[in-house]
């Protein structure tokens, strides 16, 4: 078994600000993903890396970059925050193949004030 | 690319009811599928992955049918509780090499007790 470990479980910026968030995974997965779930919908791909020296850009990636610092961590930044991008945003893992679930993390909550 | 229908959005039945929620996609090269729950503030939990070759797949308490013909993809919760009130979504993916899912919006299940 393994888990995910998103920090920190509540954000708050200001309008403007640029913030980080960051996932540990211990699956020894390779391929972990960023989503962006807005109140009450589905959830949306801002980011990906598909092994540990890879970056890939999802639907969402405008105003947001990533890093893949190693293996078992993925860190998502917003570049600028805004009003209009509070949702909670949620990490995933999965071992490398289209045949793999992918295993969530519990969500950071990003509050823009 | 791939594109996903999730139907209903909201869904609401009595305790003991059947649900039953639809996925639709267009990629004919699709071949593995999730259904994830999302309880209420939590994460998403993987509930079954389905490959095209299998039609027919039981968990417990619900069942996964995959229509390859019509592209469709649906849970059927049988005699549901209120434990199973959440949000449930759909996910595909394909041999493209790109490792993406590609979610349906979800569908809010509310069973009455």
């Known amino acids: 078994g393994g888990i995910i470990t998103q920090t920190p479980k509540f954000l708050i910026g200001q309008e403007g600000q640029k913030l980080t968030l960051k996932c540990q995974q211990n699956f020894n997965h390779d391929t972990m993903y960023w989503y962006r779930q807005d109140s009450g919908k589905g959830l949306r791909l801002i980011y990906y890396?598909?092994?540990?020296?890879?970056?890939q850009k999802g639907d969402l990636s405008e105003g947001y970059d990533a890093s893949r610092e190693k293996k078992s961590s993925f860190s998502l930044t917003v570049t600028s925050a805004q009003k209009n991008e509070m949702a909670v945003f949620l990490c995933?893992?999965?071992?490398?193949?289209?045949?793999?679930?992918?295993?969530f993390g519990p969500g950071t909550r990003l509050t823009v004030l | 690319g791939e594109q996903v229908e999730q139907r209903p959005p909201h869904l609401s039945v009595r305790e003991g009811d059947s649900a039953v929620i639809t996925c639709t996609y267009t990629d004919p090269n699709s071949y593995y599928f999730f259904w994830y729950k999302q309880e209420p503030g939590a994460s998403l939990q993987l509930l079954m992955k389905v490959f095209s070759s299998t039609e027919i797949n039981e968990g417990q308490g619900f069942t996964v049918l995959l229509n390859k013909k019509d592209k469709r993809l649906s849970l059927n919760l049988t005699a549901a509780h209120p434990g199973d009130s959440a949000a449930y979504f759909c996910a595909v993916s394909a041999n493209t090499g790109n490792y993406k899912y590609v979610f349906g919006a979800g569908t809010r299940l509310k069973v009455i007790a």
């Open positions: 995933a893992s999965s071992h490398l193949g289209v045949s793999y679930e992918q295993y």
């Open positions: 890396s598909i092994t540990e020296n890879d970056l």
